[in-house]
């Protein structure tokens, strides 16, 4: 089936750095989508693609969709503490589900 | 603005017993989704419904069953609940039937 690799697994800053993290595929997806989870809540959509080669920024958040269509990667610029959590890529692969296959996440921790 | 309301929070079985969730839609979506999540694990795709009919299932066991109704809640319900079915759920809804899902709080399951 279809697998996102994300990568880092974990990532451990200081305040005030930019972090990168990333996604990739065997698979071609049609949408990538970067979601941040908290303990014990629900994962909170940042940002969507849905274009191969689109930008986007979410305020300190920049995440782009790959040419090949089977990668993706989120920038945060400037961390503060409030970043920490879990970070998913997920993306909708082609063939019409609309189900998302989820990356296994980054893990970050942002020391003030 | 108004999320998708998942209910309970929180729910303790015991074995074999049933279980009975459900997700409230953010209005107007007509698209429910259901995904599961193991302790640091990444969400698990379970089913899906698009104006009240199956559009997808993934590892959803044969002991689980789901449905959407007319005012586009969905509930899942869980037969003879086993150990491993402990684990975090949760419903996302979108509008049509597209990546952008937006998710619930959640509800946490387990099963003694």
């Known amino acids: 089936g279809q697998q996102l690799n994300q990568s880092p697994q974990s990532m451990f800053i200081q305040e005030g750095e930019d972090v990168s993290m990333n996604c990739t595929s065997s698979s071609i997806f049609n949408t990538w989508l970067w979601y941040k989870q908290e303990p014990g809540e629900g994962p909170v959509l940042l940002i969507a693609l849905y274009k191969a080669g689109e930008l986007t920024s979410n305020g300190r958040l920049t995440a782009q969709f790959g040419i090949t269509r089977k990668d993706s990667f989120l920038n945060i610029s400037a961390s503060i503490p409030s970043d920490v959590g879990i970070y998913f890529c997920?993306?909708?692969?082609?063939?019409?589900?609309?189900?998302?296959?989820f990356g296994k996440g980054t893990k970050l921790t942002v020391n003030p | 603005a108004a999320g998708v309301i998942q209910s309970p929070r929180h729910l303790i079985k015991e074995k074999r017993e049933t279980a009975t969730l459900k997700c409230y839609p953010i209005p107007r979506h007509d698209t429910v989704y259901w995904y599961q999540q193991g302790p640091g694990q990444d969400p698990q795709f379970l089913i899906s419904?698009?104006?009240?009919?199956?559009?997808d299932k993934g590892s959803i066991p044969d002991r689980f069953s789901a449905q959407q109704f007319s005012d586009y809640h969905s509930e899942l319900n869980m037969s003879s609940l086993e150990l491993g079915d402990s684990a975090l759920y949760f419903c996302a809804s979108s509008l049509g039937r597209t990546a952008e899902a937006f998710f619930g709080q959640g509800t946490r399951l387990t099963v003694v």
């Open positions: 419904f698009y104006e009240k009919m199956q559009s």
């Open positions: 997920a993306g909708q692969a082609q063939g019409g589900s609309e189900k998302l296959v």
